[in-house]
């Protein structure tokens, strides 16, 4: 048997033990990061990295010119309003519409400081607004960092593996839950992080009709914006659009990220929009915290002021001009990310030639998309322990327990930083890894 690594195992395992983590398939994505990033600068050695949602594509230049004029402007040295400035709620508008097929007013469009600003504000007030609920339901696998915000706010919070609920299945266990553990708000995202599963529009109609006969609001994380490739999402004002729950019930809010859609994370800009009808509910319990009971009025004003007091002002004009590019059909974000949808069909050949298996392998019976995330295994090991092996390779990823989902012998790996100019490198490593375990 082979026993060639890539990685000198003592310095691995040296710089792995000084880690503050016990166990290695607890670990938090930035605590990957970290850890990936000293044995490179030590092992000198340069990492396949597949840990971190990062992109892989340049900005558009649309958002670079954009800020550029901001800043030419003067408007670096002027606070934004909490709210967002009014050509991005504008255009935030025109983008639900054109295409969620969703008629929102900007009054109720917002910026955030990433998706992961929007998240937390929405956590503060919609889990506050009934003092006999208990929290958030977590419609897993999800986002390993959403979790991590409920506890450092206090909150409770339950989950479930929705692998094996999938359709009709779903209404009985969401239900199950909902009563059970007394919910406050739901959250999943569409497509999923990390399987990449979509929701049909069937089971966003069973999540909204339960949201509105229990009350609960639903947080629905659009990360990943059109990204499910086996549909064409990017022709504003046309069918087919992305599916949603504001369809179905009036209790939604919506988490738009521009980070992944249009490789603008750096800038920490995203989009946060709330139904109308949402936005003016009053709810007596949230007095206890905020100065009034009108939900709205407590996220904008209370929950996002006191965590940024609001977005950089320069991005939000790029974003503004991204997205006005894409309504007025002058730009087709599709056209750029579908780069990620080819990667992830390499990449998961390779890891399949060389002895490794899809966790999560199907939509409904239908092959998954190829995407941003796929979910793998590899026979006799379990997450923590391929997550270890794949360091002596030079292989980095996170593990699936993290994300909530059942399969403890899973990982997730992320396809943005391996481009093509990596391939046969890693088809090598993969084939070491693979003469070295089998």
Not at 84 to 105: C, H, M, Q, T, Y
Not at 205 to 219: P, R, S
């Amino acid at each position: 048997m082979s026993k060639d690594t890539v990685i000198k195992r003592e310095i691995a395992d040296r710089i792995l033990k000084d880690m503050p983590f016990s166990d290695i398939g607890n670990a938090s994505i930035r605590e990957i990061v970290k850890l990936v990033n000293l044995i490179e600068e030590e092992a000198g050695v340069k990492f396949m990295r597949m840990e971190m949602g990062v992109p892989g594509l340049d900005v558009s230049k649309i958002a670079q010119e954009a800020e550029i004029k901001a800043f030419n402007e003067g408007l670096a040295s002027k606070y934004a309003p909490i709210e967002g400035i009014k050509p991005l709620k504008k255009e935030i508008s025109r983008f639900v519409k054109n295409f969620l097929d969703i008629d929102i007013a900007p009054d109720y469009c917002f910026s955030t400081v990433g998706s992961a600003q929007g998240s937390t504000a929405l956590f503060m007030v919609a889990n506050r607004t009934d003092k006999n609920k208990r929290g958030v339901l977590f419609v897993d696998p999800g986002f390993p960092v959403q979790k991590l915000q409920i506890k450092v706010l206090g909150y409770e919070y339950d989950s479930f593996d929705v692998f094996n609920y999938r359709g009709e299945k779903l209404r009985a266990k969401l239900e199950e839950l909902i009563v059970e553990k007394k919910v406050s708000s739901l959250l999943y995202s569409n497509p999923n992080n990390p399987t990449w599963i979509s929701f049909t529009d069937e089971e966003l109609k069973i999540i909204g009709e339960l949201a509105t006969k229990h009350n609960v609001i639903v947080i629905e994380d659009l990360a990943y914006f059109g990204m499910d490739f086996r549909k064409d999402y990017s022709v504003p004002g046309e069918p087919p659009y992305q599916p949603t729950v504001a369809k179905y019930t009036d209790n939604w809010t919506l988490l738009i990220s521009s980070s992944k859609a249009f490789s603008y994370a750096g800038q920490r800009v995203g989009m946060l929009v709330v139904s109308e009808k949402l936005y003016k509910s009053r709810y007596p319990d949230l007095k206890r915290f905020y100065a009034t009971d009108q939900f709205g009025h407590s996220l904008i004003y209370n929950a996002l002021y006191i965590l940024s007091a609001g977005v950089s002002h320069t991005p939000q004009y790029g974003l503004a001009a991204l997205l006005k590019a894409v309504n007025d059909k002058k730009y087709n974000f599709r056209d750029d990310v579908f780069e990620y949808g080819k990667r992830a069909k390499v990449l998961k050949e390779l890891f399949l030639k060389n002895g490794f298996k899809l966790v999560y392998d199907n939509d409904l019976g239908e092959p998954l998309a190829d995407g941003f995330y796929f979910t793998l295994s590899y026979p006799g090991m379990s997450g923590s322990e391929l997550l270890h092996n794949l360091l002596y390779f030079g292989i980095s990823a996170i593990a699936l327990q993290t994300t909530g989902s059942e399969h403890a012998e899973g990982l997730r790996a992320c396809v943005s930083q391996i481009n093509a100019s990596q391939f046969d490198e890693l088809e090598r490593r993969l084939e070491l890894f693979n003469k070295y375990f089998a």
